[in-house]
């Protein structure tokens, strides 16, 4: 019950910032009603079908929902009899989750009220909760426990900081994390810090990141080669692609661009920010360099075959950078020069993108050493060193080449996180009628 008041006063704190942003940027006016209310037993109906066991997969947003199209796939094959309902919190992890997957299994998580959850959990009938990466909500995962439903985290990663926060508040949070039934773990850190937040030992493996399966394998794709004619992209060009900026990163970019654009006509930018609401803003920014947007969100054919280098390319549109990545040559992964704690640098890894990132990478940050232990990736400190290495690209294309060509071997050595993954899950009936009883 504290919990709920807990989280009613939260909101009513928030409530005015909640509101600006609903009229201002149209956020969280979608699906109010599953939110605090759950899910309707009428929808929960039409996610079931005719299956006769459910598992609910939850990815919060965007990069949770890329990792899920590959183990659903693989899932559904090996179990065509149990439905998944899958649910983002945010409307464009939503957006997209619908593309993937179709909008008749796709909700909105509900907010953790304890009847908001139960409602969904009761509804959907479900016999097992998945949460992509971790999604500590205390009433979600104690009403899943109480309703017979076991709690899997996949892809499970905890970075220091936060198993340190955790650990402050353990008399709270402990009995939470003891309640997960099976945590697959990136890595043997993550395995230890979960263990140290109170899960059982017993309950926790290292399956693997699912991010270096889910990294692209080829630029000979259809997506790639449908984006690269768009934008107009030659042979001779080298593409920059700065990908999931945030404020201030933008800028940066465009300051080096603007520097090293006359001595190399060949470089080309393109821009991809995390945000929607900061579309209009960048487009702004742009400009303000004396420097022409080209936005994807018009996607006019009118630019192909004149991309010129007093022009940028500004990604306006969302779940597209994954592709993006493989039109580039020059890779930076953005939210690593601020305080986000950088994105995934698997993806241009996969490509064989010359990568580079800021020196925030604490949410991969695992990932990141292996990249960077294996010369397969470069952490710069500021502007300054980014120059330099999007200029030493640009003149000395052999080590462009050979960190790109390591940053794909990396990726390829750890494959194999989905069949682990696909094994931690597969739903036992047996446990099921054990939990029950």
Known sequence: MWLNLAYAAALTAVSPLVLHR?????RYRRGVGQKLLGLSSERAAEIRGDA????????????????LPELVRRFEKQHPEIALAISSSTDTGYDLACKHFGDDRVFFCPLDFTWAVRRTLKNL???????????????LIRCAQEANCSVHVINGRLSETSAGRYQQFAKILRPTFARLD???????????????????????TVTGSLKFDNAPRTRDTTEVNARINWSGIDPWHRAWCFGSTQTGEEAMALRVYDR???????????????????FEEVAELIQSH????????RNDSQYADQWDSDEVILIDTIGELRHWWGVGQIATVGGSFGDRGGQNMLEPAGYGCAVSFGPNTKNFDTIAKQLIAAEAAIRVADEAELEQFVSRCLTDIPAADSLGQAARELVNQ??????????????????????AA
């Not at 609903?22 to 149209?26: A, E, F, L, S, V």
């Not at 006769?52 to 990792?67: D, K, M, P, Q």
Request: with cysteine.
């Open 52 to 67: 006769e066991r459910t598992i609910w997969l939850h990815a919060v947003s965007v990069g949770e929902v890329n990792l």
């Open 290 to 297: 004396g420097l022409s947007p080209i936005r994807r969100s």
């Open 22 to 26: 609903m009229i201002r940027h149209g």
């Open 414 to 435: 750890h494959r194999g996180a989905y069949q682990k993954t696909l094994e931690m899950l597969v739903p036992s009936k047996n446990a099921r009628l054990q939990r």
């Open 182 to 204: 099976a945590v697959g773990c990136q890595d043997t850190s993550a395995a230890e810090r979960f263990m140290a937040c109170g899960v059982s030992p017993a309950n926790v």
């Open 125 to 139: 009938r479900c016999e097992q909760l998945v949460l992509a990466e971790l999604e500590l909500w205390p009433n």
């Open 260 to 278: 090293l654009r006359s001595q190399h006509p060949e470089l080309r930018l393109i821009l991809v920010p995390r945000h929607v609401e900061r």
